[in-house]
């Protein structure tokens, strides 16, 4: 029986609100999650279990509790509820199974179970943070394994999108063609030059999200 493939999605989120590892790591401090509660207890907070590998960094209401390889274990209460970005992500049902930090960033490893849900957990940590770049998309099942890309259609105008969208339901892109510039350009009631510019630019912008990184 083949299971029900998800996706393992790797996230950078830049300047994320109420983290306070990442306030850690904007020195030149890096550390990852050994473990965390994963609701807030009766008081409200949520515990978490630190390793950092510069204890000069660490503010001193992280209580440190031994060595740990190179670097340190801390343990630290937080408030919960708080809308830091593991909190919005497993918000979606998405376990959180890694927590990195370096440079000020956090680098979080979850799952989602389609692209569909993976979407609203991005938009949803970009509403509280700065930047949230996808580093790396991985779809499994049974059978195969396979890198995805998310491509957000909000990169492009209303009018790239019409002319991608037009120019695809005429076979513009099939192999071999069933419609020429030329016919794309008079369905959309523009020149067969404007056409090309706005295909060119739709095209640039994907390429440039399929090809990052």
């Known amino acids: 029986m083949t299971s029900a493939a998800g996706i393992r999605a790797e996230l950078k989120v830049t300047g994320p609100d109420g983290c306070p590892v990442a306030t850690v790591s904007e020195g030149d401090t890096s550390g990852y999650a050994l473990s965390r509660s994963m609701a807030p207890n009766e008081g409200g907070s949520v515990v978490e279990e630190f390793v950092f590998d510069d204890d000069d960094e660490v503010p001193e ?12 274990v801390y343990r630290f209460d937080r408030e919960g509820g708080i809308g830091c970005p593991c909190e919005r992500v497993e918000a979606f049902d998405c376990p959180v199974v890694d927590v990195q930090t370096r440079d000020g960033a956090l680098f979080l490893t979850f799952h989602a179970p389609d692209v569909e849900t993976l979407r609203d957990v991005v938009a949803s940590l970009r509403e509280s943070s700065g930047a949230v770049d996808v580093r790396r998309l991985l779809q499994s099942s049974a059978d195969e394994s396979r890198d ?20 695809h339901e005429m076979g513009y892109f099939d ?15 523009i020149t067969t030059s404007t056409f090309s510019e706005h295909l060119a630019m739709a095209q640039k912008k994907l390429m440039g999200a399929i090809l990052q990184g």
């Open 175 to 189: 192999h071999p063609r069933r419609a020429n510039k030329g016919e794309v350009a008079t369905e959309l009631g």
């Open 61 to 72: 209401e992280m209580e440190r509790l031994f060595e740990y390889g190179d670097g340190s």
């Open 148 to 167: 995805l890309v998310l491509v957000e259609r909000g990169q492009l105008t209303d009018r790239q999108r019409e002319v991608l969208e037009t120019a």
